[in-house]
Nanobody, 120 residues
Framework: VQLQASGGGLVQPGGSLRLSCAASGSIASIGQMGWYRQAPGKRRELVASITTHGSSNYADSVKGRFTISRDNAKDTVYLQMNSLKPEDTAVYYC???????????????WGQGTQVTVSS
């Protein structure tokens, strides 16, 4: 099982980016998924999470600007980021609770991270 994140890049303040994270492998079921970020010298923090049924949760710093969504048919989670600020600069990681076909329990998986840089 793997999580593959994509969509990062360099954007000016006020701009937008959309991150994607696709799960692949022998997957039986996917539970909660989320996005975290880690800026240089700071701890990794939760940005947003979403349950299987679409209930979402956001960090206060991104409420009203970021939207998390998922496509269960594609085993993919998205993070639409609008009104980006320089303080949003970080490596963004996707995370998911996934039950592989070979197991009867959920394991927690991390994607490889994608760099988001907000700068003029």
């Amino acid at each position: 099982v793997q999580l593959q994140a994509s969509g990062g890049g360099l954007v000016q303040p006020g701009g937008s980016l959309r991150l994607s994270c696709a799960a692949s492998g022998s997957i039986a079921s996917i539970g909660q998924m989320g996005w975290y970020r880690q800026a240089p010298g700071k701890r990794r923090e939760l940005v947003a999470s979403i349950t299987t049924h679409g209930s979402s949760n956001y960090a206060d710093s991104v409420k009203g600007r970021f939207t998390i969504s998922r496509d269960n048919a594609k085993d993919t989670v998205y993070l639409q980021m609008n009104s980006l600020k320089p303080e949003d600069t970080a490596v963004y990681y996707c995370n998911g609770d996934i039950r592989p076909v070979s197991l009867y329990v959920f394991n927690n998986y991390w994607g490889q991270g994608t760099q988001v840089t907000v700068s003029s």
